[in-house]
């Protein structure tokens, strides 16, 4: 797409001259909100001070800073979230408390967003693009009650922008990346582009259309592209990418109608993503009789679908606040299987077929302050979910035909009161009863509360739970032949997951706010029962069986502190995460708590002078340890401990505005540190240790990101 | 409002995708011919060969290969030794290639009488290769030495005909005369020796097993008496491996024990029948190669002078059947199906080198113990017709450069599983052809042989596609 960058350029002039007589004055960087409004687990809008629920924020300009695209860009700097790439299959998932994706729910303005296991989890973060988003607020915890099943170490809820100050608003802009030290105009590297209209009908009616288009073309890294095999070694596996190339196109539309008592919108997203995955394995084929080859290989395209409607309505009604969201929403993840000639390009056998489909909609619907008292107030609420998915693949055997239908209606009532025992004191315990077609009735329970001393320190004490339904293969895996025989079990029960978190915190400033200082201390526990796991249903014959058998806790705690002073904001945060693990499962298991440590810090100085704005962050995931099972050197199963390596992530950027802010120029390093794969050491009891690498990312890599802001 | 429209129309152009990133595969450029194999032999009563020319990709466009004959004691002419088709001219033939076409031929008639002991033949070798504007030369096997009796086969390229990821093919192949033999795996069930000795064996590829009652009488068996015994006969379960054929060959150590002269010594086996031919389609780089159970049967075998008595019948029935089965003796075997009584499999002892096929191994559960467990591409040497064999590794020797002077006489070894898994990793998600390895091969008539294999899987990644290259040593 070499014409395409051109072209940009020239337009880019062409605007320069054609809309200079325009002014306008855009706010680089406001002077950090220190109180940021936020939404998620809020009866209404409100500040972060005043939330019985401890939030953390993800604001715009900490996004325009680290020039993020997808979700994974940004939340792999957040303390306590680690983000998991699986270079294999490009997609990244979010790991919080050592836990995987499928515990943790990302919503789109309150909104599950749909993924391969139903809404709102196991989502791949590095599919969603943000834009268009006004913050990013994360809550720690089981938030069974605010947000249903699958919400059990906590919840992302991404807050997107619906309005401009200005009539016309025209956004085109590009983005170029290396990958590592990869990059040109052909075949390396990233390149984004993107444009956006957003225009003011009337005081009260708003839209906007944008377009995005991501095209990350594959981190070679060890490997030699997609043309490459050797006739020497055919198995050294050097064919392809560490990072599969992949293409990503996102568009959406928004209509916002904001009136005086009553506030609506609709947004529509369309995704498309194509993923080529190139086999390292190549089959020389070779022709006795001449010797020559016909190398080939059998690769594979990924086409991921997906469409996102969202109908809201918010008001006031006697005095009552009220609250409607309905979403339908529809995923088709597609599978396409070839042999590919290396010499021609030729693609043989071909075949390709739907291995995820989903469509579900999704209702959720509030009512609160309907028993308005100074001391007590109340929400009381809905929430349907329709989602029908088709999964296949599940297994080697009779892929294609072998798929498997599952719908889960679920049906959800919930209510909470807070309730203000005095100024300083209050309280909101909350239940939710849901029903389903498939699980038995599940209840969820939540109690929070809030207390503000004297001296400004406020402590939060936050109590939830919530169920973690089994996903897919855990109920469907069938593989079983004369060699094998491992199945899903249909009777499983949803996982508990439970949690208690306190949060005690207190801002200190000096007069005129020069300098404040917002230190937060939280500590928490977290367990899951009747976690899913692959047991022995029968030793002889040997056959395996998914059932509720495990339990999983974490403990921690965490420090985390914001310093503003001046032109200067800098974040720093330290915590300590224990993890044990009750592997009823296995034969055996030691249950220790292993610890983990990460740190994050962010710094950023702006200089108002020359409209720049100068960032780094910074995030260090400690050493991680695990305890598996596995043969010692006599044969004997025994517990070893491996220790996934520490890692680091350096950011570093700079933002200037240029000609009335209508330019804004982004340059930074992204992964400073170089870190491309980490090794998982695992020592047993010889003193033998074997590693094994993981990819992690593609190394020191740079981005310039050039954005026009066209506003009359 | 127009001037805004030309600017918007403008922003979006700019959007429209133009397909600049095209996909850039170099092509085929070479045009390769070679003769199918490096030696033929005319067989006692062949009177004519079609000498096969190969290509390395079907012809692009039309043109011609010259060929130069040379021979020894050998005149050309329809009264003198031989002839060829096309004809040559002062030893020189010219074979057009036709565009499309993957190979072409040569007839050569044979007049020639060749008496016993005589060796005569003649050479024929690739001059030159001329497509119009195509890039085209000879390679590999670029000349064939053709004998006019039968001697031992030089080498070249074989694709043993398993039959693909079903695997219903058992394939005797013979180095010597570079031929193979091939036969459905579920032709026969059980084979009994032809040697001195009274053994039986069973059909491992269909995964059977066998285990010794406590009773002497077959009908007194009843399903009753062997209901328990059944669930032990299984892979995956420890202790499954001594229910086996020992996988070595070792006739010592098959399922069923030695045959004894005494009647009263011989007791009556449960035999799990295994499994019939798979029919699945697996997905690329597996197998499917157990299909229906096939049952159980009860059977005893006693000795009836050098011949076989053999009973057999179902779990619960009251009375058997019987048939007497005499050894043949330029035979390993003497095979029998249930359902087809006696049946021809293997070729006679000297006619076959290696045995491709499914069959069953032993192997340790994650536990510890052994397993009985079941393999595919499975390549068996003929042991029992004094064919040996060792691995080479290729970072002692390259294939290409082993010679007649580095064979070690020491390192041979009759085990059956020599061979075996050895020249594949099948362990998903890695499926592989092990490239670094090799293997020296001596047969009955002391001929010795390199082998190496050069596919596991077809180009389309199904499994059941072998393809390996030999060269005789000396």
């Known amino acids: 797409m070499k014409c395409y960058q051109f072209l940009f350029i020239f337009f880019v002039l062409f605007c320069r001259f054609s809309f200079s007589q325009q002014k306008e004055t855009v706010n680089l960087d406001s002077i950090q909100d220190l109180n940021p409004v936020i939404l998620t687990a809020q009866y209404r809008p409100q500040s972060v001070d005043k939330s019985i629920f401890e939030v953390d924020v993800l604001t715009q300009s900490d996004?325009?800073?680290?020039?993020?695209?997808?979700?994974?860009?940004?939340?792999?700097?957040?303390?306590?979230?680690?983000?998991?790439?699986?270079?294999?299959e490009g997609r990244s998932g979010i790991q919080q408390f050592g836990f995987n994706s499928e515990y943790v729910k990302i919503l789109i303005d309150g909104v599950p967003f749909i993924g391969d296991e139903g809404f709102g989890n196991a989502i791949d973060i590095s599919q969603i693009n943000i834009d268009d988003i006004e913050q990013i607020e994360i809550v720690e915890g089981a938030m069974g009650v605010q947000y249903g099943a699958n919400a059990v170490t906590g919840v992302v809820n991404i807050i997107t922008k619906k309005s401009s100050r200005h009539k016309w608003n025209l956004t085109p802009y590009i983005q170029e990346e290396t990958l590592g030290s990869e990059y040109n105009w052909s075949d390396k590297g990233r390149h984004i582009q993107s444009f956006k209209v957003g225009y003011n009908f009337s005081d009260s009616w708003y839209g906007e259309i944008s377009f995005i288009r991501n095209d990350f073309r594959g981190f070679y890294?060890?490997?030699?592209?997609?043309?490459?095999?050797?006739?020497?070694?055919?198995?050294?596996?050097?064919?392809?990418?560490?990072?599969?190339?992949?293409?990503?196109?996102?568009?959406?539309?928004?209509?916002?109608?904001?009136g005086k008592k009553f506030r609506a919108f609709?947004?529509?997203?369309?995704?498309?993503?194509?993923?080529?995955?190139?086999?390292?394995?190549v089959r020389l084929n070779l022709h006795g009789p001449t010797q020559t080859v016909d190398p080939t290989a059998n690769d594979r395209v990924f086409r991921t679908d997906r469409q996102y409607h969202h109908v809201n309505l918010t008001g006031d009604w006697q005095e009552m606040n009220y609250s409607i969201s309905v979403s339908y929403q529809e995923q088709v993840r597609n599978r396409e299987g070839f042999t590919r000639k290396l010499l021609t390009g030729e693609k043989n056998n071909v075949e390709r077929y739907d291995y995820n489909t989903r469509k579900g909609l999704f209702s959720r619907g509030t009512l609160n302050e309907f028993l308005k008292s100074n001391w007590i107030s109340t929400e009381a609420g809905y929430e349907i979910t329709v989602d029908r998915g088709e999964a296949s693949g599940l297994s080697e055997q009779n892929t294609g035909t072998d798929t498997q239908l599952r719908e889960v209606n679920s049906f959800s009532g919930f209510l909470s009161t807070e309730l203000i025992a005095s100024k300083k004191l209050s309280f909101r315990p909350g239940i939710r009863y849901t029903t389903s077609n498939?699980?038995?009735?599940?209840?969820?329970?939540?109690?929070?509360?809030?207390?503000?001393?004297n001296n400004g320190y406020q402590l939060r004490a936050v109590l939830g739970t919530a169920p973690k339904l089994p996903n897919f293969e855990e109920l469907y895996f069938y593989m079983v032949d004369s060699n094998h025989d491992v199945r899903g079990n249909q009777n499983l029960k949803p996982e508990k997951g439970r949690s208690v978190f306190l949060h005690l915190k207190k801002r200190f400033a000096t007069k005129n706010n020069v300098l404040s200082y917002q230190p937060k201390f939280s500590v928490w526990y977290l367990d899951v029962e009747d976690k899913i796991d692959l047991i022995v249903a029968n030793p002889s014959p040997l056959s395996f069986q998914y059932a509720n058998i495990d339990t999983y806790k974490t403990w921690g705690v965490a420090f985390r502190n914001k310093i503003y002073y001046k032109q200067f904001s800098a974040g720093i945060g330290i915590a300590l995460n224990g993890e044990s693990k009750i592997l009823n499962s296995s034969n055996e298991f030691d249950d220790d708590f292993l610890y983990s440590m990460q740190l994050s810090g962010q710094f950023s100085y702006s200089i108002s002078k020359w409209k720049t704005s100068i960032s780094a962050y910074y995030k260090y995931n400690g050493k991680q340890y695990q305890f598996v099972l596995a043969p010692d050197d006599f044969g004997e199963a025994t517990i070893t401990k491996d220790k996934q390596d520490a890692y680091s992530w350096l950011d570093l950027s700079a933002r200037k505005t240029f000609w009335n802010d209508q330019f804004e120029l982004s340059l930074g390093a992204r992964n400073l540190l170089d870190v491309k794969e980490i090794k998982t050491t695992s020592t047993s009891g010889a003193g033998h240790s074997s590693n094994s690498p993981m990819m992690l990312g593609y190394g020191r890599s740079y981005f310039l990101k050039f954005l026009y802001n066209i506003n009359f | 409002m127009k001037v805004f429209l030309i600017r918007l129309s403008l922003f979006l152009s700019i959007f429209v995708l133009i397909g600049c990133d095209k996909d850039d595969y170099p092509g085929k450029k070479d045009f390769v011919v070679a003769f199918e194999n490096p030696s033929e032999q005319f067989s006692g009563e062949e009177s004519f060969k079609n000498i096969r020319l190969v290509f390395s990709q079907a012809a692009p466009e039309s043109g011609v290969i010259t060929l130069k004959i040379t021979s020894e004691n050998l005149f050309y002419g329809a009264e003198a030794d031989f002839t060829t088709e096309p004809e040559a001219v002062n030893g020189i033939i010219q074979i057009p290639v036709v565009k499309g076409s993957a190979e072409s031929f040569l007839k050569l008639n044979k007049f020639a009488e060749i008496l016993p002991g005589e060796e005569k033949g003649l050479q024929l070798e690739i001059e030159s290769v001329a497509l119009q504007k195509f890039h085209a030369f000879a390679q590999g096997n670029t000349e064939t030495i053709i004998s006019f009796s039968e001697t031992a086969a030089l080498g070249g390229a074989m694709n043993p005909e398993v039959g693909g990821p079903n695997q219903p093919n058992q394939v005797y192949v013979n180095l010597n005369t570079k031929s193979e033999t091939k036969i459905r795996r579920d032709t026969w069930d059980f084979g009994f020796y032809s040697g001195d000795d009274f053994h039986v064996k069973l059909n491992s590829s269909l995964y059977m097993f066998a285990r010794p009652l406590s009773f002497y009488d077959i009908d007194d068996v009843r399903e009753a008496d062997v209901v328990a015994l059944k669930p032990w006969m299984n892979f995956l379960l420890a202790g499954s491996e001594k229910f086996m054929d020992h996988p070595s060959g070792d006739l010592n150590k098959l399922a069923i024990k030695p045959i004894a002269e005494s009647d009263d010594e011989n007791p009556v086996y449960l035999v799990k029948m295994g499994n019939e031919i798979g029919t699945d389609i697996p997905a690329p780089g597996s197998v499917?190669?157990?299909?229906?159970?096939?049952?159980?049967?009860?059977?005893?075998?006693?000795?009836?002078?050098?011949?076989?008595?053999?009973?057999?019948a179902d779990v619960n029935s009251n009375s058997h059947h019987e048939v007497l089965i005499s050894k043949e003796d330029t035979f390993n075997f003497t095979f029998f199906s249930i359902s087809n009584g006696k049946v021809s499999v293997e070729?006679?002892?000297?006619?076959?080198?290696l045995n491709f096929t499914v069959t069953m191994e032993i192997e340790p559960l994650p536990e510890g113990p052994d397993t009985a467990y079941g393999f595919s591409d499975y390549v068996k040497i003929n042991s029992l017709g004094n064919v040996k064999a060792y691995r080479v590794s290729t970072s002692d020797y390259t294939y290409t450069d082993f010679a007649e002077n580095q064979i070690e006489e020491s390192k041979f070894s009759a085990d059956e599983r020599i061979i075996g898994s050895s020249w594949r990793k099948a362990t998903p998600p890695e499926r592989e052809l092990i490239t670094d390895i090799f293997y020296v091969i001596k047969d009955a008539q002391n001929h010795y042989y390199k082998l190496r294999f050069t596919a596991l899987e077809n180009e389309n990644g199904l499994r059941g596609y072998p393809a390996f290259e030999y060269k005789l040593l000396k």
């Open chain 1, 63 to 88: 996004i325009q800073k680290m020039a993020g695209n997808t979700l994974d860009d940004v939340l792999k700097q957040t303390l306590n979230l680690n983000v998991i790439p699986n270079s294999g």
């Open chain 1, 221 to 258: 890294g060890q490997k030699n592209g997609r043309y490459f095999y050797n006739p020497q070694d055919p198995n050294d596996k050097t064919r392809g990418y560490d990072w599969l190339p992949k293409m990503q196109h996102t568009g959406k539309t928004l209509l916002n109608y904001n």
């Open chain 1, 266 to 281: 609709y947004k529509f997203e369309y995704f498309n993503e194509r993923t080529d995955s190139y086999a390292n394995q």
């Open chain 1, 438 to 453: 498939v699980f038995r009735d599940q209840i969820a329970l939540s109690l929070s509360s809030k207390l503000d001393f």
């Open chain 2, 288 to 312: 499917a190669v157990a299909g229906k159970d096939r049952g159980w049967k009860k059977i005893r075998i006693l000795r009836r002078g050098n011949d076989y008595l053999f009973q057999y």
């Open chain 2, 347 to 353: 070729p006679a002892r000297q006619n076959w080198t």
